[in-house]
């Protein structure tokens, strides 16, 4: 994975975090994560496609996830409510848009957000693809930004431009 890739998400999360919960985002020493199992009990999914490809996770503890969305929503709001996920996949989506946007001359999508809430769940990513966990601490607690993307490569953007005009 290009390292220039992991700032961005960096800048991101500060940027939203700061911005849209006056939450100021501590970050740590980004590392390879070596296994499937999500960091914590809820995780927010974004996928990307075009010039970059991958997933991007936010993943919280409960406890953690559950502060944070009611500084988001303005109101206390714990997993078991209707728009706890729907919290939590805007967030992952703010930030996953505000990285792409930083990333140059690169044509990029994300996908609508999927979102976990459970114990011991897992997040399967592309096996050839390293997966960087990026650890996050706030006064509601920390959480972790895992990114697994990578460039497409030139050969698959030409296929897909040819498919596309067939």
């Known amino acids: 994975m290009d390292a220039g890739y992991i700032t961005p998400f960096m800048q991101s999360t500060q940027n939203v975090f700061a911005t849209m919960l006056q939450l100021q985002v501590q970050i740590g ?3 390879v994560k070596t296994d499937r199992a999500a960091s914590y009990d809820i995780s927010g999914i974004i996928g990307m496609s075009g010039d ?17 969305v ?13 728009d706890f996920a729907d919290a939590v996949g805007e967030l992952v989506n703010m930030i996953a848009g505000g990285a792409k946007g ?3 001359d690169r044509k990029v999508s994300i996908s609508c957000p999927s979102v976990v809430v459970g114990k011991d769940h897992v997040v399967s990513t592309q096996k050839d693809v390293p997966c960087i966990a990026i650890p996050c601490e706030t006064d509601c607690g920390q959480f972790v930004i895992e990114i697994s993307i990578q460039d497409r490569k030139p050969n698959e953007t030409a ?3 040819a498919a596309a005009s067939a």
Not at 52 to 68: K, M, N, Y
Not at 70 to 82: N, P, R, V, W
């Open 29 to 31: 020493e980004p590392r």
């Open 70 to 82: 009611s500084l988001f929503t303005g109101e206390e709001i714990t997993k078991a409510h209707d």
């Open 102 to 104: 930083r990333f140059k």
């Open 52 to 68: 970059v490809t991958g997933s991007v996770v936010l993943s919280f503890p409960t406890e953690t996830a559950e502060r944070v």
């Open 159 to 161: 296929d897909a431009a």
